[in-house]
């Protein structure tokens, strides 16, 4: 975007002031998705050489949580001094889907620039792991025991705590220019089952993605799930041709259920997560889920779609959601959360969340670019929309 001053003034910053040795909790996850991916992908665009000694300092940090019976990372890290534990909340000590099975790319990456296979094995193990644990019809639940490796409870979510897990398996095999043949497989398998038992349609004729608590479902689905339209879009291009249109159909109904619950909502921004139950469609019923913290997976999915199909009506949406942040969100600062759509008065939340620069506005901005600015061909986007290149080297550790 050409602001070369701020982005020499943010460098120095990372050269002298990012100090990796601090006393304190640190989510493996989120160190991984946030510092490492956006320390790559600055490494990537720019060929700084800091970046990538940055990022590689930092996954030598993260390298002491995968010390556990299974190799299952456990979710929370000091980085000063390598103790690590698993979150007070997450039962029986038990990791989380979703922050063990989003390291993938960075990690493969940082194998690459190392030239270290250290990081390549340790996510190499966890599909290992979890290719051996017998799966509830198919699905995969939320927690896992790190010392047992067998599920602690039959949640699943394509929302929060499962999420993506499921992105980084297409995108696994997307940025190793469709080698890695494992990753293609476990995600194909996975969609499969979750189209079978998840997928379900509202009496109004929306398509949503329900929860699975030990076999009962919950007709609910969060603003975070609303990345599968964009996530079913990628991996639908590489579905063979009598599949490919029935997944397309699928990610664009998934990302109109999720443009539904922008457009029924005063503020035209989508709760945090909404309901299919007691005739509510596409709404929030819970006063606890009716706010919106600058979230990007709506506008994700967005991106794809358009990329993918150049409907006008995405571009369209995008518009909608940028004219609603304006309305809505600006504050003096910069933009803010709101805590409930539903009025066309809203209370700030008086946050500005570090994904809405690093996804929300990045979405909103490729959504209006030409496709060849971070083309799909070349670049796979982590969790975080930090963009790593599609691996077309050879290195291949574990890939054998």
């Not at 990022?55 to 390298?63: N, S, T, V």
């Not at 699928?250 to 457009?263: F, K, M, P, Q």
Request: with cysteine; hydrophobic share 40%.
């Amino acid at each position: 975007m050409e602001l070369e001053e701020e982005f020499q003034e943010a460098k120095k910053w990372v050269e002298k002031s990012f100090d990796l040795n601090v006393n304190g909790e640190a989510s493996l996850f989120e160190v991984n998705i946030r510092y490492i991916g956006g320390l790559l992908a600055a490494y990537y665009l720019t060929g700084e050489e800091v970046f990538k000694s940055k990022a590689l300092e930092l996954g030598e940090k993260l390298l002491p949580a995968f010390n556990t019976p299974t190799g299952i990372p456990r979710g929370v890290i000091n980085l000063g001094s390598g103790m690590s534990w698993s979150w007070g909340w997450a039962s029986a000590g038990s990791s989380i889907l979703a922050e063990f099975g989003t390291l993938h790319l960075e990690f493969l990456h940082l194998s690459e620039l190392s030239g270290n296979p250290v990081f390549a094995e340790k996510v190499m193990n966890i599909r290992k792991v979890l290719n051996r644990v017998e799966k509830p019809q198919g699905l995969y639940p939320n927690f896992l025991s790190p010392v047992t490796g067998n599920w602690v409870q039959h949640h699943v979510s394509i929302g929060g705590l499962g999420d993506s897990f499921y992105e980084y398996l297409i995108k696994s095999w997307l940025m190793s220019d469709k080698k890695d043949s494992e990753a293609k497989k476990m995600y194909d398998d996975a969609l499969e089952a979750i189209e079978k038992h998840l997928v379900k349609k509202s009496a109004g004729g929306l398509t949503y993605i329900a929860e699975w608590r030990g076999g009962i479902l919950d007709h609910k689905m969060g603003h975070l799930a609303c990345f599968s339209g964009g996530m079913i879009a990628l991996g639908a291009e590489h579905a063979g041709e009598e599949r490919k249109q029935h997944y397309v159909d699928l990610a664009a109904e998934i990302t109109n259920t999720c443009h539904e619950s922008y457009a029924r909502s005063d503020t035209k921004l989508g709760p945090e997560a909404f309901r299919f139950d007691a005739g509510t469609e596409a709404m929030a019923t819970r006063l606890s889920e009716r706010y919106y913290i600058l979230r990007p997976e709506v506008v994700e999915s967005y991106m794809y779609m358009w990329r993918l199909t150049h409907d006008p009506k995405y571009r369209q949406w995008g518009w909608e959601v940028v004219k609603a942040l304006e309305k809505h969100c600006r504050v003096e600062a910069g933009f803010s959360g709101i805590r409930d759509v539903y009025t066309t008065t809203p209370t700030h939340d008086n946050m500005q969340q570090s994904f809405f620069l690093a996804e929300t506005l990045k979405y909103l901005y490729l959504l209006f670019c030409e496709d060849d600015v971070l083309s799909l061909d070349d670049w796979v986007f982590n969790t975080e929309a930090h963009p790593l290149p599609v691996n077309h080297t050879n290195f291949k550790a574990g890939l054998q």
